[in-house]
């Protein structure tokens, strides 16, 4: 581990969460190696083990848990490759993540919702192995969803605690708050050129709500410094009329924020504190600041929960493709693991991966024939039923569509490239 990272005090922080919480904790480096285990965490988890897993897929969902905390912000909830959950939050130093805190396994569902639809469903376990691996799932504690919200922020502070982002934060807050007025003096001097006292731009005002609700803070940020722009210049500075505005925009944000899926109690309370607040800001360049932060507390506060909930079930979605390639699987079938409709998945899968879900379906087939073709001495027709292609005819033909040659082909080009390498 590096240098600047003090081991002992992650120690430490991991031992008090894991006492604290009640759930085990996890400490790895970057690589996935176990630096420190305490309490029924990953490394205690005997269920992938009775399941038949691989003994490197605990290490492996770890690492993505690490990658999407990185992605998200410091702190990310996802499921492991038995249904469990848990969450995690990356110790960042100069070059990237150096560790992870991770805290699970733990159950978010009760026992009879996890039977029925993670082993039944899911994995397809008979009765009996669901019988056997009952003690293990009965070791496992339960938590609800705002438990464990609650104490993944607390992880992610802990975590900025370590890293001493404190100044970091500080320094960042000055930077931002000179380019955002900055910003707003450029948009000013841009209205100053027409000839006729714009109208309210409610195009900019619903573009910003977009990428409020896209998770775009830097978008979102940019827009709003446009909005404060307009409303400096359309008000002359008259403070009321400004915070009348801002009370405004506030309400439909707020109200986004519940339409992305935010708790409505949550984001109601947000609001009655950011109202408190807003009068206590009495010129505009405070009010200004003190806008743009609360943006960023609705951001991480409210907008946060349909970031942490999309993002778990694109991770559902992927896993259960992986675990049922080899079924004559459609996108109903797919949309139904997750309870949704399949318009709304295939919208939130392409906003997310940048492809559809039947693509990425595809491309996890074609993958696993590939290592199929390379491996073995199958015939084309039975590496197509395995891989959920069914007639050899339609596999052929899908294969070369995506990989730019037959199937055939690409295991004669495999063969020749490794005789290659052995000569």
Known sequence: MSDTIDEK????????????AGIGCTVTDAQGRLLFAQGYGCTACELCKAAARGEGTCTQTQLYGMREAERFGGSYVYSCAMGMNCFVSPILGPNGSQAQITVGPFRMVDEMDYVA????????????EIEEILPIVRKIPY???????????MLFMSAGFIQNVSDINRLQGAQETTAMQGQIV?????????????????RLERAFLQALARGEQKQ??????ELLGHIMFAQGRDIRAIQARAYELLILISRTAIDEGAPPEKVLALNDRCMAEMRENGDFDALCVWLSRSIKRYMDEAFNFSEMRDADIIHRTVQFMQLHYAAKTSLEDIARSVYLSPTYLCRLFKRKMGVTVMQFYTTLRIDKCKELLVSTDEPLSEIAQETG??????????????VGMTPLSYRRKACHSEQEETE
């Open 9 to 20: 005090l992650l120690r430490e922080c991991a031992s008090a969460f894991c006492t604290a």
């Open 117 to 128: 639809y993670d082993l039944v469903e899911c994995m397809r376990m008979s009765q009996a």
């Open 186 to 202: 450029a948009y000013i001097q841009e209205l100053k050129r027409g000839r006729e006292a714009p109208e309210y731009p409610f």
């Open 389 to 402: 292609f069914g007639d050899q005819s339609h596999f052929t033909k899908v294969f070369k569509r995506v």
């Open 143 to 153: 938590a609800t969803p705002q438990t464990i919200h609650a104490l993944a922020t």
């Open 220 to 225: 979102a940020q940019k827009l709003l410094n």
